[in-house]
């Protein structure tokens, strides 16, 4: 039987080979380069007829990557591979779940028809579900959801042996619970008020209970960092040792990754997204809901 196919996007080639190593699936190439004009030409180099195949895309900075990546399905179907599926560590979109205004786009619905009609099948880590329950109430194929709490607590266990869990707010404290309980350390939340995208008031609680405990702030995703910033500050202005910082996504928009060094943060994200931060290894959690995806009839 032919192995199923892994052709990576650009940037995306070390998680879909260490992929592949694991799994026993061939990796394949595209060419994918733009015109002057900055249009997008794309050329499959290892042909995919008749073989399952996998595109590997995470997809931060998703405007400039999902026109080539819906370019890349659409030639696999015309070559004939028999089916195309979506491994995307970090799945976008997902934060505009809600007209909270007249006139908006939902943004996430639409993505998810776009790529519901593009794959036969999809496997993410921890989407940002805040008004779905799961990613079947927005998307109409199959999909696995894989989560890295345990794979966060793990590292803290092995480098922060006394830890406090700190969540960005209220409504991560499930999460955070679950991350704080397998490190075997203690957790609270923040208190956050959310004006806008970058303007964000947190409070800390009565951490004094805790005190000789190394802070580390938990989030899914940190993109402005504003929450993670203001935290870091508060905490460092109120005698604690430096936090760490981890995110599954690290998404660091406007250079919040060297904002957060600066004010002394140790800064640990997955390689869901590439980045110099990344030390926590999501292909091993990933293995398993390819395997039932790219093989099942």
Request: hydrophobic content about 45%; overall charge negative; aromatic content about 6%.
């Amino acid at each position: 039987m032919t192995p199923p196919l892994l052709i990576p996007l650009p940037g995306n080639e070390p998680l879909a080979n260490a992929l592949a190593t694991a799994l026993g699936y061939d990796v394949g190439t595209l060419e994918l380069r733009s015109f002057p004009d900055g249009e997008s030409y794309l050329r499959f180099l290892t042909n995919p007829e008749q073989r399952s195949v996998a595109l590997v895309s995470t997809l931060d900075h998703p405007n400039d990557k999902m026109l080539p990546l819906l370019f890349a399905a659409a030639t696999a179907r015309e070559l004939k591979a028999a089916k195309v599926g979506l491994i995307s560590p970090y799945l976008a979109y997902m934060r505009q779940d809600h007209r909270f205004k007249a006139g908006e786009a939902v943004t996430s619905r639409q993505i998810a028809r776009l790529l519901s009609q593009a794959f036969d099948w999809l496997v993410t880590v921890d989407p940002h579900l805040h008004r779905y329950g799961s990613l079947t109430d927005i998307y109409t194929i199959a999909t696995q959801v894989v989560h890295a709490a345990p794979l966060i607590s793990q590292w803290i266990r092995a480098h922060v042996p006394a830890a406090i869990v700190i969540g960005p707010d209220s409504e991560s404290e499930q999460w955070v619970a679950a991350v704080a309980q397998e490190a075997a350390a203690p957790y609270t939340v923040l208190d956050k008020v959310r004006r806008g995208d970058r303007d964000v008031e947190i409070t800390l609680k009565d951490l004094s209970a805790w005190r000789g405990r190394t802070p580390v702030l938990v989030d899914d995703i940190i993109s402005s960092g504003r929450t993670m910033i203001e935290a870091v500050r508060l905490l460092t202005g109120a005698g604690w040792p430096p936090p760490v910082v981890i995110a599954v996504h690290g998404l660091f928009a406007d250079g919040s990754e060297v904002v957060l060094e600066q004010a002394g943060a140790r800064l640990v994200t997955s390689n869901s997204v590439p980045h110099r931060t990344n030390a926590i290894d999501i292909a091993p959690i990933l293995v398993r809901a390819i395997g039932e995806l790219a093989v099942s009839p």
